[in-house]
């Protein structure tokens, strides 16, 4: 396993993150603040970044986690978007509904390890088909907390594929929001991946 921080995201800057958290707490999984919950409009190689700033007053965080599966882009591609399937495998997004084009709204329940289960409706950014998907929500009006959350599928030599699985938060609360969903955020990413890896290789 090889960890390390990347400090400085090569997505733009224009793009953001995929969770619409709650105005009222910023302990986002853990159940203590009073907050509804998160709203519309976020060889195995984990990477994590931590923050980088964007101006002179604009943190720019990101968490970002890889793995190498022994499954053809194709195949991994094809339970990415096999939302009905999810609830059968997947630890951390427990059920996604909607349609995966760009505009359209998604319905995304996500229950981190031993946290309450969190639903949200992220629009989606990108689909490039085998290999890119991307959604983006935004705390309350854009510029307080953005999120994008990007799969992206590369081929290895092998013909096996590299996921990253990404999430980058920019915004002016930012910085107090992002602290507190960090450890949880990124233990169930890996925690996905693993598990995506796990399906794509036995199927």
């Known amino acids: 396993m090889d960890t390390r921080c990347s400090h400085a995201p090569k997505r733009d800057p224009s793009r953001y993150c995929g969770h619409r958290v709650d105005a009222v707490g910023v302990n986002l999984f853990d159940g203590r603040s009073a907050g509804r919950g998160w709203r519309d409009e976020p060889a195995v190689s984990q990477h994590v970044g931590r923050s980088r700033f964007v101006g002179e007053k604009m943190a720019r965080h990101e968490i970002t986690t890889q793995i190498d599966i022994a499954a053809t882009p194709e195949k991994v591609w094809s339970i990415l978007l096999d939302f009905p399937a999810y609830s059968k495998w997947n630890p951390f997004i427990r059920s996604i509904s909607g349609t995966a084009r760009p505009g359209a709204r998604l319905q995304v329940r996500i229950q981190p390890e031993g946290?309450?289960?969190?639903?949200?409706?992220?629009?989606?950014?990108?689909?490039?088909?085998?290999?890119?998907?991307?959604?983006?929500?935004?705390?309350?009006?854009?510029?307080?907390?953005?999120?994008?959350h990007a799969f992206e599928l590369a081929t290895l030599t092998d013909g096996g594929t590299r996921l990253t699985q990404s999430e980058f938060?920019?915004?002016?609360?930012?910085?107090?929001?992002?602290?507190?969903?960090?450890?949880?955020?990124?233990?169930?990413?890996?925690?996905?991946?693993?598990?995506?890896?796990q399906r794509a290789e036995t199927l």
């Not at 085998?130 to 953005?146: A, E, K, N, Q, S």
């Not at 938060?169 to 995506?196: D, H, K, V, W, Y």
Request: cysteine-free; hydrophobic content about 50%.
């Open 169 to 197: 938060f920019t915004g002016l609360l930012a910085r107090l929001i992002f602290p507190s969903m960090e450890a949880a955020t990124t233990a169930g990413f890996q925690a996905m991946n693993q598990a995506l890896k």
């Open 115 to 148: 946290r309450r289960a969190i639903t949200f409706r992220p629009k989606v950014l990108e689909v490039a088909d085998g290999h890119t998907l991307r959604w983006l929500g935004h705390l309350g009006v854009p510029g307080l907390f953005d999120g994008e």
